[in-house]
């Protein structure tokens, strides 16, 4: 019934910046929270950052400063812009949302990027 479609990974050298885009489609009514998580090699899957419907912002601590979430909500759209992209920031990176559809609210994830920073 909903889903969800990132873009925008790839490789980028350290210092460079990536923007990932996730679109939400099919019988949805509303959306609540968005969010990008990550999981690197051999690593659990971590919280990156959130933005809520009117635009509340939750950042991870190894983020600040240096990405930055926003939303369309017209578009049903998060986007995560990347900068100072570090080798550590590898990963494979997912979108989740809390939509509503006509089945009631439910939490959906993305099939997720690969985010690769290496020179």
């Known amino acids: 019934q909903v889903q969800l479609v990132e873009s925008g990974g790839g490789l980028v050298q350290p210092g460079g910046s990536l923007r990932l885009s996730c679109a939400a489609s099919?019988?949805?009514?509303?959306?609540?929270?968005m969010g990008w998580y990550r999981q690197g090699p051999e690593k659990q899957r971590e919280l990156v950052a959130s933005?809520?419907?009117?635009?509340?912002?939750y950042y991870a601590d190894f983020v600040k400063g240096r990405f930055t979430i926003s939303r369309d909500n017209a578009k049903n759209t998060v986007y995560l812009q990347m900068n100072s992209l570090k080798p550590e920031d590898t990963a494979a990176y997912y979108c989740?949302?809390?939509?509503?559809?006509?089945?009631?609210?439910?939490?959906?994830w993305g099939q997720g990027t690969q985010v690769t920073v290496s020179s």
């Open positions: 989740n949302a809390d939509c509503l559809s006509p089945s009631g609210w439910g939490d959906y």
């Open positions: 933005i809520a419907y009117g635009g509340t912002t």
């Open positions: 099919g019988r949805i009514r509303s959306i609540s929270r």
